[in-house]
């Protein structure tokens, strides 16, 4: 089956810049995938580009099978909700969602379905003008779901959203997931995303720096695992000599535990070790986090004497 998401050499310039430069990616359905880099690398680029408001300056990009630029009938098959969405302020929430039904020939009785599915149902007959960002970004959710989309676009959906909400959206995004849409969400967020992602496209520059599932990423980084040790105090300074000797400590934290870097190689043989040792009392073990990983793969703004594309 074909991916929902497909590019090949896909490039946009303006003008001298360029904005994307040689994108060879596939989304897969049923699946969520990040959309990561530094502001400029080319996000907003590439979500404009699969819903064919740009055209390409090369290359090409197939969205559910076809070429996205001046196809209309295919952004019914595709929702977004923007990054700072704004609405006719003196319509109801409910009245919004009837009038942008009708426009993507959806069916209207999604309308209070949807409105109850983002918790809005309470406000639904209150005009828009009324509601706290909060509500007004549960509203451009809504709309992006109208006509149950086979593509979802989130562009940092959980601004303005309080905790509760924003797990309320990531338990929306989970059911889309689960019902096989392709979800790609484009997040500065990175601990707050990393939970809700299969993958990642992380682009820095408009080039495609990595892309994949977070554990090939992962794997491909091998980065050491964090652990976390809490030493029996009489043996502490023994142990600190032991794990300085093996060069895993890498700091004592303030509340009196040791951090330590251990190599994936190395991780299970050290675990075994430190879990059997008397002066351990003890131990978390983190997995690298996908902030680490970002990092790791130099996905940060281009400095300063970086010579722009
Ligand atoms: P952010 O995280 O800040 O939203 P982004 O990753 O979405 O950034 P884009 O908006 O895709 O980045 O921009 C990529 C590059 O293209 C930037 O250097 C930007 O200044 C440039 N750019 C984007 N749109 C235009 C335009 N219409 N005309 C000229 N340059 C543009």
């Known amino acids: 089956m074909n991916h929902p998401i497909e590019c ?8 001298e810049l360029a904005a994307l430069d040689g994108i060879d990616a596939r989304v897969p359905h049923g699946q969520v995938i990040g959309l990561l880099g530094h502001n400029g690398a080319g996000k907003s680029t590439l979500i404009k580009l699969i819903l064919g408001l740009i055209a390409p300056s090369g290359g090409r990009i197939e969205v559910l099978g076809q070429s996205p630029w001046r196809a209309h009938a295919l952004r019914r098959r595709i929702g977004y909700l923007p990054e700072s969405a704004t609405f006719y302020a003196s319509l109801t929430g409910r009245e919004l969602l009837d009038y942008l039904a009708r426009l993507k020939q959806a069916s209207r009785t999604q309308v209070t379905t949807l ?12 005009r828009i003008g009324t509601y706290s960002k909060g509500m007004r970004q549960r509203l451009g959710l809504a709309q992006a779901l109208l006509g149950s989309p086979e593509l979802v676009l989130l562009d940092e959906p959980t601004t303005g959203l309080d905790p509760q909400a ?7 995004v989970g059911e889309l997931r689960a019902d096989g849409r ?6 500065h967020l990175l601990a707050e995303l990393e939970p809700h992602i299969d993958g990642a496209l992380i682009l820095r520059q408009g080039k495609l720096l990595a892309a994949g599932s977070l554990h090939a990423l992962g794997e491909q980084a091998a980065l050491p695992a964090q652990v976390l040790l809490r030493p029996r105090e009489p043996a502490m300074s023994e142990l600190i000599a032991r794990l300085e000797m093996g060069g895993l400590l890498t700091q004592t934290r303030p509340d009196g535990r040791l951090e330590l870097q251990v190599p994936r190689a190395s991780k299970l043989r050290v675990l075994r070790e430190l879990l059997a040792d008397p002066a351990v009392v003890d131990l978390d073990v983190r997995e690298p986090t996908l902030a680490q990983l970002y990092d790791w793969l130099g996905a940060g ?3 300063t004497t970086e010579v722009p594309a």
């Open 301 to 303: 703004p281009p400095s």
């Open 182 to 187: 392709c979800v790609l969400v484009s997040s």
């Open 115 to 126: 409105l109850e599915r983002v918790g809005l149902a309470h406000a639904a007959d209150r």
């Open 8 to 15: 090949h050499a896909l490039a946009k310039r303006y003008g």
């Open 166 to 172: 924003t797990r309320e959206l990531y338990r929306i």
